[in-house]
């Protein structure tokens, strides 16, 4: 029984800590949103108490002396107050909408501020894109988490003042005597008789928001199907507003045969689901005792109140004082409790946020600077690096030991799988080496800052993006940009023909997503336009995972046969696919199973019959000698 309780307890503490977590956060997002918010519970809380008391003042004023001067001043003062309270308590409320509506705008950062800081390792984990999903359809489903806190924030302040005031205005109720000769109602003169009425009437102010909170318990009971379900609902629902999946939507009749499949068996929101059911059962029952309880309070209420008025304890006009302020306070415990339950049940979905946000950075963070080399002399050293992906127990790269200094062109060939692209990430340091090290100028990598490090680097991924924003934007990666180099850069890419035909040069936007003129390209075109930004960075790297890839055999012969004057003094390093690409590299590793197999020049390696790369070079020269043969 006493760990039962004491269990209970943690579990409160635990809410309400995680509860303060996150308000704190709130308070450094928009803190006007909280002095906003309780300027407006002030009034919000306290002028229905002020029309209660000027009422009373009125009726009691009208059943005694009936002075008309009196009656006229108090009407005045009633009408002029009202009038007030409602402007000032509708222009807080506009304030406290306006900073409610600033706030959550600024929310989102802090996710996008979490994952920006995320290991690139953790990123690629299942269980953290579990995490950030599950905060997501908590948010979706009913604002659990972090918005709902807000919410539980401005019903407290309200209740609090709402139980303050109420005191205020009702203390007397228990203070004025009957007068003496009302018979059996003097009782009611007895302390006890009072002390009693108060435990009654709190008994009832607790009850009501237990069962409410036993009501609220089953959100948090059937908070994984409804996130599932809202997982389907957001994947399947929308999928036909995406434009790029369009032609697979039509051609495979994806929308009949798939989605709406996919949501029919989605019971999640509908009349069968289990939150549905228990709505219907426990859940609205728990929920209609509480507002049942609410009304006995009521009664109550005014059976004591009207007691003592009949006995002459006060007038009439008090009556409708106590009633209305001993309703408003036990509406005042009766929310500040239900928000009590809710604040547990939120803590919950918390949990899972603060689980998301906690994540630790596990890499290292350096602290050298790499601007020393104004030189812009780097040697890199890959010292026998092996590397596993995270969660998974094949090696991705084992063993692989090379060296390459700045202003030499390195290509990196081998076969799907067999560790390009893991190289690179490695060299980026969006991963680091399980076993091994890699060396700048003779220091390990991670010794250097980490923003430092991947300054030196301009890399055009295969799952390159571009944005939504200007020719010239995209290629500078800001809005202020030197417009000859961008122009120069895209010519370099090769691009130059294609912006001739844009309407407005580097101010024409990609894509239509911002702007309605916004122009759509190809994916040899965007990978053009990824160059000129690799080439604009200007670094001492420059490494072109699949650059060709996309672009026709034309493209790809007019980029090579001017990249060695394009790239100059930098260092560069191709993943190609097509080993004729790579003849002109000084140098050329051969990636076979996660190793270097081979390395050498073109004619070397060629020359060892025995070799992956003779192997590679042979299989593309006979598909090439076929193809050539086809289309001749
Ligand atoms: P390549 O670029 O030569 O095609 P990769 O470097 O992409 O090869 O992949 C090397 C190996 O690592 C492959 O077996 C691939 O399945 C695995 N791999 C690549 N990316 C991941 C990842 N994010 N998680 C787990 N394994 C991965």
């Known amino acids: 029984m006493m760990s039962k309780m004491k269990m209970k307890n943690n579990h409160f503490r635990l809410a309400w800590e995680r509860n303060l977590r996150t308000w704190k956060i709130w308070w450094k997002l928009c803190p006007k949103f909280f002095v906003s918010c309780t300027s407006y519970s002030v009034f919000k ?38 009038a007030l309270l409602a402007l000032c308590t509708g222009m807080l409320n506009r304030w406290f909408n306006c900073e409610t509506d600033s706030m959550r705008r600024k929310y989102d950062r802090i996710w996008m501020e979490k994952m920006m800081k995320l290991d690139y390792a953790d990123i690629d984990r299942q269980y953290v894109y579990e995490l950030y999903s599950q905060v997501k359809q908590n948010e979706n489903w009913a604002a659990w988490g972090f918005y709902k806190s807000t919410d539980i924030f401005q019903k407290m302040v309200l209740a609090t003042l709402r139980i303050f005031g109420g005191i205020a205005l ?5 203070v004025l005597p009957v007068p003496a000769g009302s018979g059996a109602l003097t009782l009611l003169n007895h302390p006890l008789c009072a002390l009693l009425m108060i435990v009654f009437m709190l008994g009832i102010a607790f009850l009501s928001p237990i069962c409410a909170n036993k009501s609220d318990a089953y959100w948090n009971r059937y908070a994984s199907e409804a996130r599932f379900g ?50 219907r059962g426990p859940m609205g029952l728990w929920m209609a005792t509480s507002r049942a309880i609410s009304v006995v309070l ?49 803590s919950e979905f918390l949990k899972i946020a603060f689980e998301f946000l906690d994540i630790p950075n596990k890499m290292y963070q350096g602290s050298l600077t790499t601007e020393k080399r104004s030189d812009r002399q780097y040697e890199v050293e890959f010292q026998d690096v092996s590397f596993q992906y995270p ?40 991963y680091d080496p399980t076993e091994g090290k890699i060396l700048l100028n003779g220091i390990d990598i991670r010794k250097y800052k980490y923003e430092d490090y991947i300054n030196i680097f301009s890399v055009v991924f295969q799952d390159f993006k571009l944005m939504a924003l200007t020719l010239g934007e995209n290629v500078a990666g800001s809005k202020q940009y030197d417009r000859e180099a961008v122009t120069l850069s895209l010519k370099n890419a090769g691009f130059a023909d294609r912006m001739e035909r844009m309407p407005k040069g580097l101010e024409t936007y990609l894509y239509k997503d ?39 055999p034309i493209a790809e012969a007019e980029i090579y046969s001017k990249f060695n004057e394009i790239v100059g003094d930098k260092t560069a390093i191709y993943i190609s696919h097509r080993l004729s690409s790579c003849k002109f590299c000084d140098e050329i590793a051969v990636f076979h199973n996660g190793s270097v ?30 193809e050539e043969t086809q289309t001749a």
């Open 514 to 552: 911002l702007e309605k003129d916004g122009v759509e390209i190809s994916g040899g075109e965007a990978q053009k336009i990824a160059i000129a930004r690799a080439l604009y960075k200007d670094a001492p790297f420059i490494i072109l995972d699949e650059p060709t890839a996309a672009l026709d």
């Open 170 to 174: 009702s203390v007397s109720l228990f």
């Open 597 to 626: 197999v081979q390395q050498g020049t073109h004619e070397s390696l060629v020359a060892d019959e025995s070799g992956k790369y003779y192997e590679l070079w042979n299989a593309q020269a006979q598909y090439y000698t076929e």
């Open 298 to 346: 009521t009664g109550v209420v005014y059976l004591f109140v009207c007691l003592k008025a009949w006995a002459g304890a006060f007038g009439v006009g008090s009556v409708t004082q106590y009633v209305g302020a001993i309703s408003s306070l036990f509406l005042g415990i009766s929310d500040l409790l239900e928000q009590f339950g809710t604040m547990q049940a939120n």
């Open 230 to 279: 809202n997982r389907l609902f957001n994947f399947y629902s929308f999928l036909g507003e995406d434009r790029k999946r369009e032609p697979d939507l039509r051609i495979y009749q994806q929308q009949e045969n798939v989605c709406e499949k996919y949501l029919e068996q989605n019971i999640s929101f509908s009349k069968a689901s289990a939150i549905s059911k228990a709505a």
């Open 45 to 82: 809380a306290l002028s229905p108490y002020v029309t209660i008391w000027l009422s009373a003042q009125i009726i009691n004023e009208l059943a005694r002396s009936k002075n008309p001067e009196r009656l006229f001043q108090l009407v005045l003062i009633q009408l002029v107050s009202a």
């Open 391 to 430: 969660g998974t127990e094949i090696w991705a790269l084992r063993h692989v030991s090379m060296k390459f200094k700045v202003g030499e062109r390195l290509a990196v060939v081998g076969m799907n799988g067999s560790g390009k692209t893991t190289f690179i990430k490695l060299l980026c340091r969006l």
